[in-house]
C-alpha cells in the first residue's frame, strides 16, 4: 500500500531510559489526526538525545512496530553543529529577520548538509513506487533536491513552518543558493501565508535567476509547485477534552484559585521571536495606570527551548529578572501580578487555562503561524474571552475576530489589554464565535490532507501528461529519421546557450562546441545559427565550425563554408535609428544596470543586469512607449529575453531563412528559439517543418522543451550520441500556444 513518508527533525516520541513517550510540539499536534489512519505514515527523524549502538536495533523494532517511526542517529557534537549551530543559530534568526542574532560557521554547514544527507538516504531505503514524501522545516531544507537527485519520479513535498523574510534578509545568508536549490527538488512546497510564499517567488528571481509563474517555478526539466496551507489544530483532541469532567473540575481549581480576578494569559516557546520582553513593557505600561492591580492575574508559561543556543539563555535571565522587578514594584498584600511558570504544562491543564482566561496575549514579533492562538480559541466553547494578537503572527492572516496589536509598540498594547478586559460580552460572543469556526472547521487533518492531496495531484513520474510523451517520442523519431536531407536553423542565446547576467559571458561551452563538432560531420544535416547578436560576436565563437552564420536576426549573413559576410538589407532604410536611440538612451539613465547596444540594423536596450522587477516593469514601459513612436513606421518592437529592440519589420530570421533556403531542397527544416524574435521561423511556409520553442511563453512552434540542455540533447539524437533513450523524457511536450 503507497504510504506517506513524513520527514522531520525530530520524531513524536522521545526516548528515554529504554521508555517510548509521545512528545509535544506544534507539528506532532497537527499530524495527530493522520496518525495510525488509512494513508499508512511513517515517520523518519532524530528521537533525541544518544542511543548506543548495543540498543539501536531493539530501539528501531520498536519504534517501527508501535509507533510507525524510523530513528536518525546523531551523535552529540553532530548534532549540536546540526541543530544548535547550522539550524538554530544561523538559518532560523534569519527566517525570522532577525540578522542580528544569525552567525555562520563553516563546521557548521558541513554538518548540516550531511546530516540532510542521512534523512535522504533513510528516505530512499524506504520509498516505494507511489509512495509521497513529506519533509517539513528549515532543518532539513536540502533533502527535498537530494531525493530528485537519486530519485527523479519520488513525489516529495516540503512545508516550512517558519516565516520565509524577504529577499533583502535572506540574501544575507552565506549559503543562500544552496537552501534555495535544497527545496526547488520538491514537487511541491507550502507556506502558511502567501506574503511567505511572495518573499520565496522573489528570492528565487533575485538569487538564482529563475522567473516564477503565479504558482510553480520552472527550473531546467522541474517545475516546483507552490502553495499556501495554514496550518490548524488538532481541533477533535481539544473538544473531547473540553467535555470532561476532569477539564471541568480543572477549569473551577484556576478559577478559585484567582477569585475575582480577571486572567490574562500567555503561551509561548521561550524564544527570541515571541516578543517577552516587549509584551512585559506592555504589561508594565498597563500596570501603571491600573488603578485596582488586585484585580488582574497574569499568567505566563514560558516553555524552555533550545538552552544549548547562548541567545535563549541570556533571554530566559532577561525575562526572568524583568517579571521579578515588575512584581517587586506591582504586588500589593493581596496579589502579585504575574505568576511566571518556566515549564511544559499538561495537556489538560493548558486547556483549562485557556478557558478560564478572559485575555490571551499571542504577540510574537514574527511568526509563521502560531497554534497557541488557534488552540485559545479552540478551548472557548462555551466562555468567551479577547484574542490580542500580533499583526506580524501568520494566524493573524486567519483570525479577523482577533484584536490586532503591532508587538513593537507596547503603549499600544497596554491599551489594547485594558480594551480587551472592558470588552463588552455580545461584541466578545461575536468575534470568538466566528474565529472558532475557522480554527474547528480547518483543523489539522484538513490542513495535512489539503497538502497530501495536492502533491498527489502533481504530475513527477519523470515525464509530462502521455499526449506531451508522445509528442516527445515522435519528435526524436522524426530526427533520427536516416536518409533524410535536414535543414538546422537554430538561435544561440536562450535555446544552443543558457542566458547569461554578462551577455559576453555566454560563449560556447566545451560541450556545445563538441556537440556542434558531431553536427558538422553529418553529410546530410546543415546547420545554420541565426542570431540577434553582432556579427563579430558570432565570428569570434563560431567562424571555426563552418556551419551558417546569421547576425542581427536575418541582417547579415554567412554562408556555411564561406568566410564572406553578405548583407541582406541592402534597401532598408535606417533613418530612424537616431530617434530611437534617444528614448533608449533616456530609459538607460532611468534604469541602474540597463544599458543600449547599437547595431547596425537596429537598437537593443539590455536590462539584465538590473532589478529584475524595476526591468520588467520599465520594460513594460518602454514597449508602450516605442509602440506609439513606431506606429506609421516599418519598425518592430521586440520585447525578448530581457531586452527590449527595435528592428525594421523588412529584417527578420524567418527571411533570412528562407533566403538561405533558395534554389535547395530538404527533407526535413527544423527551426528552434526562445523568444519573439525566432516566431518569423515557427511561421515559415516551407515543407516538412518543425519547430521547437525552448522554454515558456506562447508560440506558434509545434513542439516545446523546457531549455537549452534539453534542446542538446535532443540535437545529440541527430548524431546517435543519445544513449539508449527511446524518447523524449521530461523536457518535450506540445506547445499549448
Same mark, same amino acid.
Given at each position: ?565 553578405? /548583407?541582406?538589407? %541592402?534597401?532598408?532604410?535606417? !533613418?530612424?535609428? #537616431?530617434?530611437? @536611440?534617444?528614448?533608449?538612451? *533616456?530609459?538607460?539613465? &532611468? ?120 534542446? /542538446?540533447?535532443? %540535437?545529440?539524437?541527430?548524431? !546517435?550520441?543519445? #544513449?539508449?533513450? @527511446?524518447?523524449?523524457?521530461? *523536457?518535450?511536450?506540445? &506547445?499549448?500556444?
Amino acid at each position: 500500500m503507497a504510504k506517506i513518508i513524513n520527514v522531520s527533525n525530530r520524531l513524536p516520541v522521545t526516548i528515554s531510559g529504554g521508555e517510548i513517550r509521545k512528545s509535544s510540539g506544534g507539528l506532532v499536534s497537527a499530524l495527530e489526526g493522520m496518525m495510525g489512519g488509512d494513508e499508512g505514515l511513517l515517520w523518519i527523524g532524530w528521537p533525541g538525545g544518544a542511543i548506543g549502538e548495543e540498543e539501536r536495533g531493539e530501539v528501531e523494532k520498536r519504534l517501527r512496530e508501535e509507533e510507525g517511526c524510523l530513528p536518525i542517529y546523531l551523535g552529540k557534537e553532530e548534532a549540536g553543529l546540526f541543530y544548535e549551530g547550522f539550524a538554530n543559530s544561523s538559518v532560523w534568526p534569519m527566517l525570522h529577520s532577525m540578522t542580528w542574532f544569525m552567525r555562520y560557521e563553516g563546521g557548521w554547514w558541513e554538518a548540516y548538509r550531511d546530516v540532510n544527507r542521512r534523512f535522504a538516504e533513510k528516505v530512499l531505503e524506504v520509498a516505494e513506487e507511489g509512495d509521497v514524501v513529506w519533509v517539513h522545516d528549515y532543518q532539513l531544507m536540502l533533502v527535498p533536491e537530494m531525493l530528485k537527485r537519486e530519485r527523479p519520479g519520488l513525489r516529495v513535498g516540503f512545508f516550512l513552518h517558519t516565516p520565509f523574510p524577504s529577499y533583502e534578509v535572506f540574501r544575507c545568508h552565506p549559503k543562500r543558493r544552496a537552501l534555495l536549490e535544497g527545496l526547488l527538488g520538491a514537487d511541491l512546497v507550502g507556506f502558511h501565508t502567501f506574503g511567505y510564499l511572495r518573499h520565496f517567488r522573489s528570492a528565487v528571481l533575485r538569487i538564482l535567476g529563475l522567473e516564477s509563474e503565479f504558482m510553480h517555478v520552472r527550473h531546467g526539466a522541474h517545475t516546483t509547485c507552490l502553495g499556501v496551507y495554514p496550518i490548524g489544530i488538532n481541533a477533535g483532541k481539544f473538544e473531547e477534552e473540553l467535555g470532561t469532567e476532569r477539564h471541568a473540575a480543572e477549569k473551577k481549581r484556576i478559577r478559585e484559585s484567582n477569585p475575582g480576578q480577571k486572567i490574562v494569559l500567555s503561551v509561548e516557546r521561550l524564544d527570541y521571536t515571541k516578543g517577552i520582553p516587549r509584551r512585559l513593557a506592555a504589561i508594565r505600561l498597563f500596570l501603571e495606570k491600573c488603578a485596582d492591580r488586585d484585580g488582574i492575574k497574569f499568567i505566563f508559561v514560558s516553555v524552555p527551548s533550545r538552552g544549548g543556543v547562548e541567545q535563549y539563555r541570556e533571554l530566559r535571565a532577561n525575562v526572568e529578572s524583568r517579571i521579578g522587578r515588575m512584581n517587586g514594584r506591582f504586588a500589593t498584600v493581596h496579589n502579585s501580578p504575574i505568576h511566571f511558570i518556566h515549564g511544559s504544562v499538561e495537556f489538560h491543564e493548558l486547556c483549562a487555562l485557556y478557558a478560564a482566561a478572559d485575555v490571551a496575549l499571542v504577540t510574537p514579533l514574527v511568526d509563521g503561524m502560531n497554534l497557541v492562538a488557534k488552540e485559545y480559541v479552540a478551548a472557548k466553547r462555551e466562555e468567551t474571552g479577547v484574542l490580542l494578537l500580533s499583526e506580524f503572527a501568520g494566524a493573524a492572516q486567519e483570525m479577523f475576530g482577533a484584536v490586532q496589536v503591532n508587538p513593537y509598540d507596547p503603549p499600544a498594547m497596554a491599551e489594547a489589554i485594558r480594551g480587551a478586559l472592558g470588552m463588552p460580552e455580545e461584541e466578545k460572543k461575536r468575534r470568538m464565535g466566528a474565529m472558532r469556526e475557522v480554527v474547528m472547521k480547518f483543523d489539522a487533518e484538513a490542513w495535512a490532507r489539503s497538502f497530501v492531496g495536492d502533491l498527489r495531484e502533481i504530475h513527477c513520474g519523470g515525464g509530462e501528461s502521455r499526449e506531451a510523451e508522445a509528442a516527445g517520442k515522435e519528435l526524436r523519431e522524426v530526427l533520427m529519421a536516416k536518409g533524410k536531407k535536414m535543414a538546422i536553423f537554430v538561435d544561440y542565446d536562450g535555446t544552443l546557450r543558457e542566458l547569461e547576467r554578462e551577455p559576453m559571458a555566454a560563449c560556447p561551452t566545451e560541450e556545445l562546441m563538441a556537440l556542434l563538432g558531431k553536427l558538422k560531420q553529418k553529410e546530410d544535416v546543415e546547420v545554420t545559427i541565426i542570431s540577434g547578436r553582432k556579427a563579430e560576436d558570432l565570428e569570434g565563437w563560431l567562424g571555426e565550425c563552418g556551419f551558417g552564420l546569421v547576425a542581427e536576426h536575418g541582417a547579415i549573413v554567412r554562408r556555411a563554408g564561406s568566410k564572406v559576410w553578405e /548583407r541582406l538589407d %541592402l534597401n532598408v532604410s535606417y !533613418g530612424w535609428k #537616431g530617434e530611437i @536611440t534617444h528614448v533608449l538612451r *533616456g530609459y538607460e539613465r &532611468s534604469t541602474p544596470g540597463s544599458f543600449v547596444e547599437e547595431k547596425q540594423t537596429g537598437v537593443v536596450w539590455h536590462y539584465r543586469k538590473s532589478d529584475m522587477q524595476f526591468g520588467e516593469w520599465k520594460a513594460k514601459q518602454l514597449v508602450e512607449e516605442l509602440t506609439a513612436v513606431t506606429a506609421n513606421q516599418p519598425l518592430e518592437v521586440r520585447h525578448g529575453k530581457k531586452i527590449v529592440e527595435v528592428a525594421s519589420t523588412l529584417v527578420n530570421k524567418g527571411a533570412a531563412a528562407i533566403r538561405l533556403m533558395e534554389g535547395k531542397h530538404y527533407d526535413l527544416v527544423v527551426t528552434a528559439g526562445d523568444d519573439l524574435t525566432d516566431e518569423s521561423m515557427f511561421r515559415m511556409n516551407v515543407e516538412n517543418l518543425v519547430s521547437i520553442k525552448v522554454g515558456e511563453g506562447a508560440t506558434s512552434a509545434r513542439y516545446r522543451v523546457r531549455g537549452p540542455g534539453e534542446l /542538446r540533447e535532443l %540535437l545529440a539524437s541527430v548524431v !546517435g550520441d543519445s #544513449g539508449s533513450q @527511446t524518447d523524449m523524457g521530461p *523536457g518535450v511536450r506540445l &506547445s499549448q500556444a
